[in-house]
C-alpha cells in the first residue's frame, strides 16, 4: 500500500526565509508524486509533480522539489517565502497515471512572519 | 474553462436525513474523483470515475455512500441517512487520464455539518 508522512505538522518562518517542507513516501514502484497548497476553507492547488526524468522539479509560485529515490522523499522548497505563501502544504503520491488514486499526507501549514 | 465546481458550498443537515452533492469537472477531463477531508488531515480517497465508469471504491466507504457520473460528465455524490462522523469538506476533483498534462484539478468543495 502507498503511503505518505509530513513529519512537520507546522512550520514559522520570516518573510524573506527559505523554506523546506518534507515530505517522505512509502510504495513499491516508481511513485508519481505531487504538492498540493490549500488556503482555508478552499479546494487544493496543484503545485508541481514529477513522474521521471529529472529528479529536480519547477512548479508554480517560484516552488520547487526534489525526489530523492534513496531517502524516499520528495522535500518541497522556495528560496524567498512571501506572506501570501501562507496555507496548508500536500504532499501525495500515485500509483501512475493510468491508476488514478492518490494517497495523502496530513499536510504542514505554513505561517509566515513579517 | 472555469475549473471544477461543486455545489453546494455548505450544508447543514439533521442526523439520519439524505444528502446529495453535485460536482461538475472541466469538460475535457475525462477523470472525476471523490475525496473528503476532516479538520487536520489529508484528503482521502473515496471513489473515482473514468467517463461513466466508476473504477474504484474505497473500502473504507460504507454502503451508504453511492456516487454517480451517468453521461460521463458531471456527478453527484449522495449520503443517505447521514450521522454525525460523515461531517467533514467534501472534495471534487478531474483530471486527464495519462500524459504530461496529468494531475487533480480540485474544486473548493462541499462543506457537510450534521447536527
Known amino acids: 500500500a502507498q503511503s505518505v508522512t509530513q513529519p512537520d505538522i507546522h512550520i514559522t518562518v520570516s518573510e524573506g526565509a527559505s523554506l523546506e517542507l518534507r515530505c517522505n513516501y512509502s510504495?513499491?514502484?516508481?511513485?508519481?508524486l505531487f504538492w498540493y497548497v490549500q488556503s482555508p476553507g478552499q479546494g487544493l492547488q496543484l503545485l508541481l509533480k514529477?513522474?521521471?526524468?529529472?529528479?529536480l522539479v519547477q512548479g508554480i509560485k517560484g516552488f520547487e522539489a526534489e525526489f530523492k529515490r534513496s531517502q524516499s522523499s520528495f522535500n518541497l522548497r522556495k528560496p524567498s517565502v512571501h506572506w501570501s505563501d501562507a496555507a496548508e502544504y500536500f504532499c501525495?503520491?500515485?500509483?501512475?497515471?493510468?491508476?488514478?488514486?492518490?494517497?495523502f499526507g496530513d499536510g504542514t501549514t505554513l505561517t509566515v512572519k513579517p | 474553462d472555469t475549473g471544477v465546481s461543486q455545489d453546494p458550498r455548505h450544508k447543514i443537515t439533521k442526523r439520519g436525513q439524505n444528502v446529495t452533492f453535485r460536482c461538475d469537472p472541466i469538460s475535457e477531463h475525462n477523470r472525476l474523483y471523490w475525496y473528503r477531508q476532516t479538520l487536520g488531515q489529508g484528503p482521502e480517497f473515496l471513489t473515482y470515475?473514468?467517463?461513466?465508469?466508476?473504477?474504484?471504491k474505497s473500502r473504507l466507504l460504507s454502503d451508504r455512500f453511492s456516487a454517480e457520473r451517468p453521461k460521463g460528465s458531471f456527478s453527484t455524490l449522495e449520503i443517505q441517512r447521514t450521522e454525525q462522523g460523515d461531517s467533514a469538506m467534501y472534495l471534487c476533483?478531474?483530471?486527464?487520464?495519462?500524459?504530461?498534462?496529468?494531475?487533480?484539478?480540485f474544486g473548493s468543495g462541499t462543506r457537510l455539518t450534521v447536527v
Open positions: 470515475f473514468q467517463n461513466e465508469a466508476q473504477l474504484e
Open positions: 510504495y513499491g514502484a516508481t511513485p508519481y
Open positions: 501525495a503520491v500515485g500509483r501512475g497515471t493510468n491508476a488514478g488514486k492518490s494517497t
Open positions: 514529477y513522474f521521471s526524468g529529472d529528479t
Open positions: 476533483a478531474s483530471s486527464l487520464a495519462a500524459g504530461e498534462d496529468y494531475g487533480y484539478t
